[in-house]
């Protein structure tokens, strides 16, 4: 084998040795060696360089039948810091992670109509904050995940219907001020990562993750991987064409999806703008109104559902939105009409769920993204 043969060859042994580190935390080298096939000495070299890197550590000892009991092999969850951060219409919500995607720190600010300058440097201030706070390490910040809802084009916002990120070149900017790799993905497309990495679709293969907020957002994971299509253009869905005589859409077509069943959509039948607290209030006092609104929201979010599962036949669907989280009378408006929608074929083979993550879904994706790209360069 030539050196670069040579390179490969250990970086994908490592690779194999920290997955199973990671998802079997803490293992010993015999362990590691049974399950990945790799001779002990293979083992023991490239555990000896993870060690080198402090990727992982040796903690005491783990149980043995008779004779010495073995050291244990634990991730170094804090050999580095990640930054995930959820570009909204109206918000900005950012989050500080560890290797392991355990939330250390959070920040939420409301943008509501401010100027395009003043957010960004809001976005700024929010980074320059965790950096202040970031605990010593060894790698310190591994980089920064951004996401927005919009198209975005291998890191390059190409276009945010709703709001004005897209002016922005977001990656070069926070590349110059932060000099970490930085990483932009469109909001669902993280969102569905999140969930998949750690929250309620972990244990699928093949699911859909619908974003419902200003818009509709939707990512899509087949086989484990996400879908983005040639040019990250993928999941668009809420710009499908429920009615072709409806309203004219910012996207330039006409009775999209999401003016009818996105949560602005529903404010919109709610007649004034009113809080999340104020939605539960009058739902317990049984307000005709608010409870028939939330019904209609529902059947208008099934009949978009139905079209998306007798596409993509997904083991599940995963909806995020304060809402449907808090108020199980739109989910069952969905299930409902999806249920009596669907190809009859497919009832029963689907999981209709809320995220688990809720709002921290994209941040948390998008922080991942980051965590990935830092343990695939390190190694070797
Ligand atoms: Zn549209």
């Known amino acids: 084998m030539n050196i670069a043969d040579q390179a490969l060859v250990k970086k994908i042994n490592q690779e194999l040795l920290l997955n199973q580190i990671l998802s079997h935390s803490p293992i010993s080298r015999a362990k590691l060696s ?5 001779n002990k000495s293979t083992v023991s070299a490239q555990v000896n360089t993870l060690i080198e890197k402090q990727l992982i550590f040796e903690i005491g000892q783990g149980q043995s039948r008779g004779g010495r009991k073995p050291v244990m092999l634990v991730f170094n969850k804090n050999a580095g810091y990640s930054i995930g951060l959820d570009l909204g219409v109206d918000y900005i919500n950012g989050i500080l992670t560890d290797l392991e995607g355990n939330i250390l720190q959070d920040c939420y600010h409301d943008l509501n109509e401010l100027a395009p300058e003043k957010a960004l440097e809001i976005l700024f201030s929010i980074i320059k904050g965790f950096l ?3 605990p010593d390490s060894p790698y310190g910040l591994t980089g920064i995940g951004v996401c927005v809802p919009g198209l975005v084009d291998n890191n390059h916002i190409v276009f945010t219907p709703n709001s004005y990120w897209s002016q922005f ?4 900017l926070l590349q110059q001020e932060f000099n970490v790799p930085i990483f932009i993905e469109n909001e669902a497309n993280a969102g569905a990562y999140g969930e998949k990495k750690f929250g309620s679709a972990s244990n699928f293969n093949n699911l859909i993750y619908v974003s419902i907020s200003t818009g509709i957002g939707v990512g899509i994971i087949i086989n484990n991987e996400l879908y983005k299509g040639i040019n990250g253009f993928s999941g668009e869905m809420g710009h499908m064409t429920i009615d072709f005589n409806g309203p004219k859409c910012s996207c330039g077509n006409r009775g999209c999806w999401e003016l009818y069943a996105s ?4 404010f919109k039948s709610l007649k004034h703008r009113v809080s999340y607290q104020e939605i539960t209030n009058l739902v317990q006092q049984n307000d005709v109104d608010t ?11 099934g009949i978009g559902l139905t079209s998306i599962l007798n596409t993509f036949n997904t083991e599940a669907v995963i909806l995020r939105n304060h809402i449907i989280e808090t108020q199980p009378i739109v989910l069952n408006s969905i299930k409902n009409t999806v249920s009596s929608r669907v190809y009859p074929q497919l009832n029963y083979q689907y999981e209709l769920i809320v995220s688990s993550l809720g709002k921290n879904a994209p941040a948390l994706g998008a922080s ?13």
């Open 263 to 266: 949560e602005k959509a529903l």
């Open 291 to 301: 409870l028939s609104s939330l019904q209609n929201f529902g059947f208008n979010l």
């Open 169 to 172: 070149e977001l990656q070069s």
């Open 34 to 38: 049974e399950i990945t096939g790799l």
């Open 368 to 380: 991942s993204i980051v965590i990935e790209n830092f343990l695939d360069i390190v190694k070797v």
């Open 132 to 134: 202040n706070q970031l």
